[in-house]
Structure formats: C-alpha cells, structure tokens
Nanobody
Framework: VQLQASGGGLVQAGASLRLSCTTS????????VGWFRQAPGKEREFVAG????????YYVDSVKGRFTISRDNAKRTVYLQMNTLKPEDTAVYYC????????????????WGQGTLVTVSS
C-alpha cells in the first residue's frame, strides 16, 4: 500500500497551505491517519491525527487553532489545512495510517507516504 503526500511548497510566514494524503491500492476505511513532520536535525513528531470516521481529531499543541485535519474516505484522501504558518513549521511532512485507533507514535503506523516539504520563510 502506498500513501502519497502532496501540497508542500515555499511560503512566507502567515500564509496557508493544504496538504493532501492519498492512498492507492485500498480504501482508507477503518484506518486512522496521522500527519507527522520532521525538521532537519530533529526527530519525527506527531502533528495531527484523525479517526477513520473523521469524528475525532487530535493535534500537537503547537498547531492547535492553526491546522485542521479532515478526510474524505470516498476520495481516499486526508487533508491538512495549515493556516498562519510560522518558520518553525518548516519540515518534511509525512502521512501515515494504521488500522484502528489513532496513535501519537510513529512506530505504531505501518504505511507511510514519501513526504512533502514545507518551507516557511520569515
């Protein structure tokens, strides 16, 4: 199963981007999806997660109120709307899924996308 993240780019602080995560080969039904990011020299960190029905969402404190995760299972796509971007949001963003409940730990996820780079200039 392949997940593909897209939508990254170079933006100025305060701008918005929307990342997409799509899957090929199977449905996203019954799979929770998480977005993670990894900045240069830092560990991969959880950013946001969504239950498979889309009725529960989770965010790291640093993005609460700025980022919104959503999903369209019919389109096999999960979105991460990122508003009011800050330079500290600069990272490669990855999506990953796992069957069942969401987790904050990257090691709990089995399928990963290749990542999309988000660069926020000050």
């Amino acid at each position: 199963v392949q997940l593909q993240a897209s939508g990254g780019g170079l933006v100025q602080a305060g701008a918005s981007l929307r990342l997409s995560c799509t899957t090929s080969g199977r449905t996203l039904d019954f799979y929770a999806v998480g977005w993670f990011r990894q900045a240069p020299g830092k560990e991969r960190e959880f950013v946001a997660g969504i239950s498979w029905r889309g009725d529960s969402t989770y965010y790291v404190d640093s993005v609460k109120g700025r980022f919104t995760i959503s999903r369209d299972n019919a389109k096999r796509t999960v979105y991460l709307q990122m508003n009011t971007l800050k330079p500290e949001d600069t990272a490669v963003y990855y999506c990953a899924d796992r069957r069942g409940t969401i987790s904050y730990y990257a090691s709990d996820f089995g399928s990963w996308g290749q990542g999309t780079l988000v660069t926020v200039s000050s």
